[in-house]
Each structure stands twice: as C-alpha cells, then as structure tokens.
C-alpha cells in the first residue's frame, strides 16, 4: 500500500522546538521532490519547505521559515523531516507531508494549486501557544 504517515506533532510553547517526520510505505521516497505543507483553521494550505529528489536534495524555504525550519531526508528510513526551531504562535496548523514528481522552488506553489498531482499524508498537528 501506497502511504505517508506523519508524527512528531504536539503542543509547544512559543519559543520551542519539534521535529516532524514523514514515514512513506510502498514507495521509495527518495525518487521524489518532497514538502511540508501547513494548514490553519480557516485557511488555505501552504507550502512551508520543499527539497529536491536524490539523496541530497537542494532544500527551499517560505520565507516564514527561513533560519527557523530544516528540512531533510533519510533515504536508508525512507523518511522526510521537519526540524522546527523558535517556533511561534503562526505556526500552528495541520502539518502535511507530500511527494511529487516536481522539482525546484515551486514545488510547494504547485502542489497547492495541484494536489491531486502529489502523494499526501494524513496530516499532524502542532500547536504553539503565545
């Protein structure tokens, strides 16, 4: 079965720290340009950071998350990351992991006006209270 299952969610206080991960089953993760998208209540998603397909991808970043997010992959886990530093209060919503076979800094754009074109996970969510 084809899968992407996201965890690492949670409540935080503003100022700290999560790591999200996304664990992908039937396929190998690593052949595919990788994201993670965020959803607030009441909002359209978002793109937050995206990397390139291969084993070391270039990585692109929402200018939100510039300095404070890290996105990276461990082809051997088959597993997408996202390391969150100083987090604030926006950054709360559910987060989404996808896969496509896009490359480049609009992945993220493309996905989100096409997601029926990527794989997506189930979501998790993260909460940072002010």
């Known amino acids: 079965e084809v899968q992407l299952v996201e965890t690492g969610g949670g409540s935080v206080q503003a100022g700290g720290s999560l790591t999200l991960s996304c664990t992908a089953s039937?396929?190998?993760?690593?052949?595919?340009?990788l994201g993670w998208f965020r959803q607030a209540p009441g909002k359209e998603r978002e793109g937050v950071a995206s990397i390139n397909a291969g084993p070391s991808g270039t990585a692109f970043y929402a200018d939100s998350g510039k300095g404070r997010l890290t996105i990276s992959k461990s082809i051997d886990k088959n597993t997408l990351y996202l390391q969150m530093n100083n987090l604030k209060h926006e950054d709360s919503g559910t987060y989404y992991c996808a896969a496509a076979r896009v490359a480049g800094a609009g992945f993220t754009d493309y996905l989100v006006r096409r997601p029926t074109e990527g794989r997506w996970g189930q979501g998790t969510q993260v909460t940072v209270s002010s």
């Open positions: 039937g396929f190998t993760l690593g052949s595919y340009g």
